[in-house]
């Protein structure tokens, strides 16, 4: 086990390889915060977690005291492709000399303490964590071994308790679910993320309907194709007594403007009306 820090210089962009090889520059992680495990007994907890903060744009991680020294190539093969957190992760003896440059410290914890000090949930810890970060202040979070958590002298660090909405008769998260939970609040509240992966080729994807090579159709176009569709039900006499007409076209309408159709869905729906009534040709079954 490595017995002191060693001073890492914190990478202006982190690079990591995605699962196809390829390598992706990260979000710049001068604001992000950053993950202290205090005693983590696993190393294959220590992989996952590291894995979890790739996925949201956090890169510095520090270990105290990991039960099973350090380096551990457990750690670096359940990290998959973010195994270069788990070569930069900064090793230290104590919890007080881990935290020693942060300004804001924030505990993790799923059990009630006789400590006074505020309790955040993840979503309301991670903008205070923004609102910080972008004042100048260096943010930790702390997350305590498997097995018991952090006890009172660690948490006595911390400037707030984090405390997850959970089910209270099963309220103990796995380590990595735990770092994650708080990576995906800080990047959510942060805005530095994006929808999915970003290629050479496409862009994130975009909360919403998505339309590619296409346009929302207008309202002439579904006229049009309303048109077409009442003129062949009235030919078959779907739309009988005549009394009732009126209401069901309204009902007819109403269905295809609830869809959103595009453009080109007006186009494929009237060329299945005209396929319906087509006279059948040779070789066609009847």
């Known amino acids: ?9 914190e990478p202006k962009n982190c690079e990591l390889a995605a699962d196809d090889g390829e390598v992706k520059t990260g979000a710049q992680p001068g ?5 202290v495990l205090v005693h983590p007994q696993l190393g294959e907890n ?3 977690a590291a894995r979890a903060m790739a996925n949201f744009g956090v890169y510095d991680l520090r270990l105290v005291a990991p039960r099973d020294g350090w380096p551990n190539p457990k750690a670096r093969s359940a990290a998959a492709s973010a195994g ?7 090793i230290f003896e104590a919890t007080e000399q881990a935290v020693g440059d942060l300004n804001f410290i924030c505990a993790t914890t799923a059990r009630v303490r006789d400590l006074v000090k505020p309790v955040m949930t993840p979503e309301n810890a991670a903008a205070e964590i923004v609102s910080r970060s972008r004042r100048g202040q260096r943010c930790g979070i702390l997350f305590g071994a498997e097995r018991s958590g952090l006890d009172n ?15 209270p008769d099963f309220a103990s998260l796995n380590l990595a679910q735990a770092v994650l939970i708080l990576c995906y609040e800080w990047m959510k509240q942060s805005g530095a993320g994006s929808l999915g992966r970003q290629t050479a080729f496409d862009g994130p994807a975009r909360e919403g309907l998505t339309m590619q090579g296409t346009r929302p159709a207008t309202r002439s176009e579904l006229v049009g194709f309303f048109e077409q569709l009442e003129s062949e039900l009235d030919a078959s006499g779907f739309l009988y007594p005549q009394e009732k007409r009126p209401a069901m076209v309204r009902n007819i309408r109403n269905i295809f403007h609830r869809i959103g159709a595009t453009e080109q869905d007006v186009r494929t729906l009237r060329g299945i009306v005209a396929s319906l009534v087509r006279p059948k040709g040779r070789g066609q079954s009847s």
């Open 1 to 9: 086990m490595r017995k002191k820090s060693e001073h890492v210089e």
């Open 84 to 90: 270069v957190i788990i070569d930069r992760a900064r």
């Open 31 to 35: 604001s992000a915060p950053c993950i």
């Open 153 to 167: 002298d660690q948490l006595s660090l911390a400037d707030v308790i984090i405390t997850s909405p959970v089910d």
């Open 46 to 48: 220590i992989g996952t």
